[in-house]
């Protein structure tokens, strides 16, 4: 039987369209911020899930809406680790309205997929109820974070 761990996250990029000067992971103060290939975010998944079993497993940014591919990143991981984690996660700033596409992906997950709206405001966040409400007629578990 795998080990199961509380958490993972991989990182799908570190660039943000967004520059919050508190930023926890420091985007808006890299020159050139992080942003893997498609093959580089598969193989560290790949690694991660060699190691064990999850609770949370989370695909993470800067802002990962940024990233043409979201969705075939999340496709290849439903088809690869669904059975793999309890839980699937991600969060966006609220400023991209999420792609059909995207939300088709993220509905065969079913009740092992949580999606964070962060709320800076409507300057900042402009599509963030937007997408809340998109993922919930949808039936996307989401939660809108202020």
């Not at 059975?83 to 059909?100: E, P, Q, V, Y």
């Amino acid at each position: 039987m795998a080990k199961k761990y509380p958490h993972a996250i991989v990182i799908v990029t570190l660039a943000c369209n967004l520059k919050c000067k508190n930023c926890i992971l420091c985007v808006p103060y890299y020159r050139k911020p992080f942003y893997p290939t498609l093959d580089y975010i598969q193989q560290t998944a790949e690694r991660a899930f060699r190691l064990g079993n999850y609770e949370i497993f989370e695909y993470m940014g800067g802002e990962p809406l940024l990233r043409e591919d979201f969705a075939e990143i999340w496709a290849y991981n439903r088809s690869h680790f669904y059975d793999k984690a309890d839980m699937f996660k991600t969060a966006t700033n609220g400023s991209i309205l999420i792609s059909d596409d995207l939300i088709g992906v993220w509905k065969t997950y079913g009740d092992k997929i949580h999606i964070i709206i962060d709320n800076y405001g409507p300057e900042l966040s402009p599509r963030a109820q937007e997408n809340v409400e998109k993922l919930k007629s949808n039936g996307v578990d989401c939660e809108l974070r202020d």
